[in-house]
């Protein structure tokens, strides 16, 4: 188990970690600085073989009183993608990390998409006897509204092998920022970086933490919230997502899950002057 919020339980589903484009790539209209700041507030995400950023791919697994809930599913096996390390994976590593939560794909009963970036909703299906299937068969998937219209109008193979399926299956449920699981799980906006991308707000007795997505990718972005990433869909949307998280976390004292921080993924986020400093946990 990764860290308890309260009563809720919250397990690291890894799947990988490992380098991915370099910090140039990755923030190219900051590029003078990514490398530099990146080496002075997160240096174990630097590979220093090649140079490129280390960003997990992983997801969270919430065992709330009422609900089992998987937040994002990563990569997934079999699947069509353009990063050569993602495609068409035949990996164990994301079912061995269920199994070791003690959760069987039957046992989850809410699947959360943060947005509907592939490497965020691989493992919402299957291949099975050559047809897409839902992985979590008793799961309802909530899917941000304006995301799935956003990628829907694109339709690429992503949306086809992973989130159209599960429409298809009559399992999946549009929400919209404010949805709430039960007393414990709130979806908030934080657009930008997709159309409808939301994170994800814990709550507990008097214990807060929040699950960003990709409203961030490195502990950096809290010294330097104003970086543009290369994969966000509007910037200074983005940008304003990202500073009022921040702020909402850090005046609440929440913990804070990166999706693709360095593990452990998990700290606090404090208000310095007009940016913020990380404290891992």
Known sequence: MLCKIGEIEVWRILELNGPYLTPEELFPFDASEAREAI?????????????????????FLLKTSAHVILVDSCVGNDKDNAHPDWNQRSGKRFMASMTAAGISPRNVDYVLCTHLHTDHVGWNTKLEDGRWVPTFPNARYLVPAADEQHFRDGAGSSYAQSVLPVIEAGQAEMVTPGHMLGDNVTLIST??????????????GSSEAVITGDAL???AQCWHPDWHFKYDIDGPMAVASRRRLLEESSEADRK???SHFALPSIGRVFAKGDSFRWEEQ
């Open 39 to 59: 080496n002075a507030h997160a240096p174990s995400q630097l590979c220093p073989s090649t140079g490129g950023l280390i960003l997990p791919i992983q997801g």
């Open 217 to 219: 990718h490195t502990t």
């Open 191 to 204: 657009p930008g970086h997709t159309p409808g991308h939301v994170s994800v707000l814990l709550r507990s």
């Open 256 to 258: 804070v899950l990166g």
